[in-house]
């Protein structure tokens, strides 16, 4: 990182920014920073994004294909059988009114071919001929029926996963063009956390610690073990060091607490110190304050990227879905993703002039969202019953009946937003 010092004063003059705004703000930092796109075999493609449209080779199918097994005929029966074609085989044309050959499915279906008689509505005459009605509907899928050569099936951005994995063979890929998942770190800081047993005698149990690296794998970033350190000692000098070792490494590093100006709060000197700018400092939005996301740019030309999160559990929380979420999407070239809908069932109260998200269980066959209890900034009971944040945008209240936006919490892997 840039070793140059700047004033504290310097780096902390920004003005609060709205969450909606902060939002677009560190995506369009996190597009200008996208990794590389690289290119990965179909097997090692899974969790990445795609960097450029998947379009197929070939139409889809390719050739006219059975949809049934039975017998491909030409013209009016019975049908004197000539042969078969099995899948994987090329078919010899029909040439010859009255003739038919035994066809299965998946198979090419030959040229000159009238029409293909389903195997259990068939029957064999004493002399050995096929007869049949034929259904009126072609049993067969025509060239090009589900996607032509070149087609856009899907767009750069989309986040592959073995449903696109699938398309792209059949599409006949090899390979894919995608972003790789950019790498993530976590740095804890306070004195007053213990990493295990019950919390007593002023120190708390960090939760943060062994939580976080969940919810940024479900957004897509790589977090080993090891990238997960602390508690850093409260100090100026722990906390440029250990910056420095994670973001050496690192696509973004989150830290927990530290954000505000307390005595004991060194991650706005440590970002001064390190040479950082930033993008968004402090968001009006509660709970969740003060959150940050800085840059700093490597001796390699790199963009890295600091979140500091609150201490506060749910708070660091409310920052993971703020910004570091909208940061990890543009990283990997996906567009901003479109908060969905729901209606809410009981009142949420404004919080003046900031966004409040206000955690909500969500029945996703009514669209509904309904507030859960125990949601105050230090408690994760709340959250741990939630499916996202209602949105209560800055001046207002959630009244019942009202259509309000949703941030959904990050999904499994796999798993489709509803």
Known sequence: MRTETASTDEVTASPTVDWVLARSRVHAAGLAAARAAVERPLVEADGHTLAE???????????????????????????RVTGRVLAGGVAAPLTEDGTTVEIATGAMVPAGTSAVLRVEESTRTPDGLVDGVPRATPEWRQPGEEATAGEELLPAGTPVDPAVIGLAA??????????????????????ELLTEGPPGAGQVRDALGPAVPGWLRRYGAQVDRADVVGPVADTLPAHVAALRS??????????????????????????????????VNTVAVRPGFPMLLARLVGTD?????????????QSAIVALVSLVAPLLAGLV????????????????????DHTHLALVRL??????????????SAMLRGLAGADGFAVIRPGRSGAVGDRVPVVPLPLLPGERAW
């Open 53 to 79: 449209p998947l379009a197929p080779r070939t139409d889809l199918p390719a050739f006219p294909t059975s949809s049934v097994d039975g017998w491909a005929v030409r013209g009016a029966g019975p049908w």
């Open 170 to 191: 059949s599409c006949g890929h090899d390979t894919l063009r995608v972003r790789r998942q950019p790498r993530a770190a976590l740095l804890v800081f306070g004195d």
């Open 246 to 279: 994670a973001l050496d490494h690192a696509d973004l590093v989150c830290t927990t607490g530290g954000t505000m100006h307390g005595p004991v709060d060194h991650l706005h000197p440590a970002l001064a110190e390190l040479g950082a700018e930033y993008v």
């Open 301 to 313: 030309g790199r963009v890295r990227f600091v979140a500091g999160l609150p201490g506060n559990p």
């Open 333 to 352: 070239g996906r567009p901003l993703p479109v908060l969905p809908h729901a209606t809410l069932t009981e009142p949420v109260a404004g919080r003046g």
């Open 363 to 376: 029945d996703r066959v009514a669209g509904t969202a309904r507030p859960v209890r125990h949601v105050g």
